[in-house]
């Protein structure tokens, strides 16, 4: 990514169930916001659950902006038939922090690999086309420490620079978390980092 990128693409909310039939197969596709690996496996069970007779619920997943971390998973189709397919995807239209599942049920007639990697690969973008995608700001956020007289002072470049206070304790000595768009990160921090009696971390 490079440093004029700030935004990315994801989901906030689950997109709705696509069905995509191929030779009496039924594909049920699924786009779901993911915060972490740990989200991946109950939403999984979830819908193996939901599809009993499901042979299988293949899915990828991806995380991450600067460091990606991403998985595909066949859930017993031939190798690289399915969780590949769909991991495609993902990057074909440039999402992270989604998970995209798919479950199968046989309806009879075999696909043959490449007929599974067109179906799994379809589902997948029908799934994404049908979700609402948003491009979203990455931020940094930085605490900084101050005496309560240098408030005015914190105050002015945190209005000037039209910075978001995430959270803030106000006591003998002060300390406000605010967030930063990525590519003002440096700016900012050079800007606090400056001024005297004020110290800012990230």
């Known amino acids: 990514m490079s440093k004029q990128e700030d935004t990315y693409l994801t989901v906030d909310v689950p997109g709705p169930e696509i069905l995509y039939k191929d030779r009496k197969s039924k594909f ?27 042979n ?17 998973n066949d859930d017993g189709e031939p190798n690289n038939s399915a969780g590949l397919p769909i991991y495609g ?44 995608i948003k491009k979203k700001i990455i931020t940094q956020h930085y605490k900084i420490t101050f005496e309560y007289k240098d408030m005015n002072s914190v105050m ?19 300390s406000y978390v605010i967030s930063v768009r990525k590519t003002k990160a440096d700016e900012i921090f050079d800007i606090f980092n400056t001024m005297q009696y004020i110290k800012i971390e990230s």
């Open 156 to 174: 002015r470049v945190i209005k000037q620079k039209n910075l978001d206070i995430v959270s803030q304790k106000l006591e003998a000595s002060c």
């Open 89 to 132: 995807q993902i990057q074909a239209y440039n999402v992270t922090n989604v998970l995209i599942a798919v479950a199968r049920i046989f309806g009879g007639t075999k696909l043959g690999v490449g007929g599974l990697i067109s179906a799994y690969k379809t589902a997948a973008q029908i799934a994404l086309d049908e979700s609402t």
């Open 56 to 72: 299988h619920v293949c899915y990828a997943w991806q995380l991450g902006t600067d460091t990606v971390r991403y998985r595909a």
């Open 28 to 54: 049920f596709g699924y786009v779901f916001p993911i915060t972490s690996e740990d989200d991946v496996k109950p939403i999984i069970e979830e819908l193996k659950k939901k599809h009993h007779t499901a």
